[in-house]
């Protein structure tokens, strides 16, 4: 399984590629994934793209990752017969080769639908060409490789993939075995027919009739290029995938309609009535998306393509309809596909599909203990420099805009520059004193990661919490701190417990004896980041101040129940979407001693720009000054 903290993440490409499986697939449920290989499985409603692409140059890595989704989209998914794969499949699993045979007709298949592709596609041609030319590479490498190993069919499937790609017919390969060159040779004519095969069962029967000729003298291979291009296989039961994709029940609906044809208008168009499952009341569904996912008897979808607007969604739902129109005006309604994109694709989970197992549990404060109160009094007294001289540049900055003259008026009490009069057609020369005092029109929400890896850093960041706790209070700002984790040792199937203990509500911040509190954040266990953050944003939304800020202590990656492939883009979209609504996002990251720089990768993927990074927590108070300062200033 990947796992992001292992890799460089780009999360712009990784949405680029989910939208583009979407668009390419003409369906929102399937989800893009990195894998090991590239393949399809309609079962868990994926198309992947190979990890090979990771550690290249952007122009070839975004190649290679496009011609993977190319190939699985717009070849397999519309071209590829599901049955001759399916019976291919279930006959390589008794043989002695399933591994090479596997890897084998993959290779086959998306030469065939590759030339497809291009030809529907001409655009798609430069791709195709930077991925042959990595993989002309990788492959001479691997067979270098291979002959050094003695690993003989291995060499052969790199011999046979350079023969496929090669510049002239009977290309050399010096280094290669002389007993795996006089295989090739006598494979050349069965391989050569790839190149006029016009299905997947033509190019089923190349790939036995290559396995007829090496099986009695080779193993299987050690090493697996590329992998099947259909998960899941054995499950499908269409022809086409496409058709696995669209129908995979019967008709759910018996309405029919009836057509007078000599009443009929028109000769070459049909017009649908409107039927009971077409209501959609949660309008979570497009109409068109209905009728593909379960069906109708009617032909609401006609005889022919048309272009749809989101005006569609309302004609839909009048049309055929019994009794007088009320002229209604459809013209601001909300399409659902407009509406899932709002939610930042959130589909029909209120907090992301990577949280639909995901559970609230709100966790109240106790009363501070006497040792809290003592240890709450040693720190606050470690950072007092840091927030007296925070608090003093604010308030003389609040005093100073409360007495600043305001010029440039039409009337007031007149300036002595007076200039303006000779040279302005329409001369501003009056000022006014003492405007009314601006406060800090702001509310802040701190969220804390509480996870294990905290554990050795939880007193320095306490330290900056009450930094930030004891200035806000003391310019009467109302905030939230927050501590987070999911409990890993609670999680069972459907269900993963994620606790907010709540240190400091809006309610009780400004309270002068409830900073103790903050002592009892602790390390607990794992860190859901996107479904915390949308849990807190929550709130702040809906607070009435001008100016709404949340920011994010933590440590590292997201880590929770399966939450560790997808955990980095998840957060990334919590973030975009609680932006959206108006909120300002900041991460600040907790190292350990140094900043890494697949941290620094990490926190910009998720936060862009809006993030800090901090080399030791115990510097947390002297980096957290200078953004309070910011953020506050930005307020008045």
Not at 119 to 131: A, E, I, L, N, Y
Not at 219 to 232: A, K, L, N, R, V
Not at 254 to 263: A, G, N, P, R
Not at 311 to 332: C, F, P, R, V
Request: proline letters at 3%; charged letters at 30%; a negative charge.
């Amino acid at each position: 399984m990947y796992r992001f903290h292992h890799s460089n993440v780009d999360t712009n490409l990784f949405l680029q590629l989910q939208d583009l499986t979407n668009v390419l697939s003409r369906n929102e449920r399937l989800q893009f994934e990195f894998s090991y290989g590239s393949f399809i499985d309609l079962i868990t409603e994926k198309i992947t793209a190979s990890r090979i692409w990771d550690r290249l140059q952007e122009d070839t890595k975004l190649a290679g990752l496009k011609s993977d989704l190319y190939l699985r989209t717009l070849g397999t998914l519309y071209h590829s017969s599901v049955y001759a794969m399916k019976e291919y499949a279930e006959t390589i699993e008794s043989s002695t080769m399933p591994k090479f045979a596997s890897q084998l007709f993959t290779l086959l298949e998306d030469i065939r639908l590759e030339e497809i592709i291009k030809s529907s596609r001409p655009g798609t041609k430069t791709v195709f060409r930077m991925r042959h030319e990595y993989y002309k590479h990788y492959f001479e490498s691997q067979l270098a490789a291979n002959v050094t190993k003695g690993l003989a069919t291995d060499e052969l499937f790199c011999l046979i993939y350079l023969l496929l790609f090669a510049d002239s017919p009977d290309p050399p390969f010096p280094r290669a075995n002389e007993e795996q060159l006089a295989s090739l040779e006598q494979m050349k004519p069965v391989i050569y027919r790839v190149f006029e095969a016009k299905s997947t069962n033509e190019i089923t029967a190349i790939a036995y009739d290559l396995l007829r000729l090496v099986q009695h003298k080779y193993s299987d291979s050690i090493h697996e290029y590329f992998m099947f291009p259909i998960g899941h296989i054995h499950e499908a039961s269409e022809d086409r995938l496409f058709d696995e994709l669209t129908r995979t029940d019967d008709v759910a609906n018996k309405d029919k309609q009836t057509i007078d044809e000599d009443k009929n208008e028109y000769i070459d168009q049909r017009f649908s009535t409107w039927h009971r499952e077409n209501k959609n009341n949660d309008r979570k569904q497009t109409f068109l998306q209905f009728e593909l996912e379960v069906g109708t008897k009617t032909n609401m979808l006609g005889g022919g393509a048309r272009e749809t607007e989101d005006g569609d969604q309302a004609m839909g739902t009048i049309q055929g309809a019994s009794g007088e129109s009320k002229k209604n005006d459809y013209s601001k309604l909300e399409s659902p596909e407009r509406k899932e994109a709002n939610r930042g694709k959130q589909s029909e989970y209120e907090y992301g599909e990577e949280n639909k197992h995901a559970v609230k549990v709100i966790k109240e404060a106790e009363k501070p203990s006497v040792e809290d109160i003592k240890l709450y009094m040693q720190f606050l007294q470690e950072i007092e420099p840091y927030k007296r001289k925070l608090s003093a540049t604010l308030k003389k900055t609040l005093e100073h805009r409360k007495n600043e003259p305001r010029s440039d008026l039409l009337f007031g009490r007149l300036s002595k520059k007076l200039l303006p009069l000779v040279l302005d057609e329409n001369p501003r020369v009056f000022y006014k004193k003492n405007e009314e005092s601006k406060e800090f029109d702001a509310a802040f929400t701190l969220l804390v990661d509480c996870s294990a890896s905290m554990h050795n850093k939880m007193d320095e960041t306490k330290k900056g919490i009450i930094l930030f706790h004891e200035v806000l209070k003391s310019l009467k700002i109302p905030h939230s701190i927050i501590g987070f984790w999911e409990d890993a040792n609670e999680v069972k199937e459907n269900y993963q417990p994620n606790y907010f203990h709540i240190v400091h509500s809006f309610a009780d911040s400004l309270y002068g004896n409830h900073g103790p509190k903050i002592m009892q954040l602790d390390a607990e266990e794992d860190n859901r980041d996107g479904f915390s953050i949308r849990v807190a944003s929550e709130e702040l939304e809906a607070r009435t101040e001008k100016h709404k800020f949340l920011l994010v202590f933590t440590d590292g990656e997201p880590a929770a129940s399966d939450y560790s492939q997808n955990g980095i883009i998840d957060t990334h979209l919590a973030v975009s979407e609680t932006r959206k609504k108006g909120m300002d996002v900041i991460g600040m990251f907790l190292a350990d001693g140094e900043v890494q720089e697949k941290d620094e990768i990490m926190m910009k993927n998720i936060y862009g720009k809006e993030h800090i990074l901090i080399p030791t927590v115990s510097d947390l108070p002297e980096h957290f000054a200078p953004l309070l300062k910011k953020l506050l200033l930005k307020t008045i």
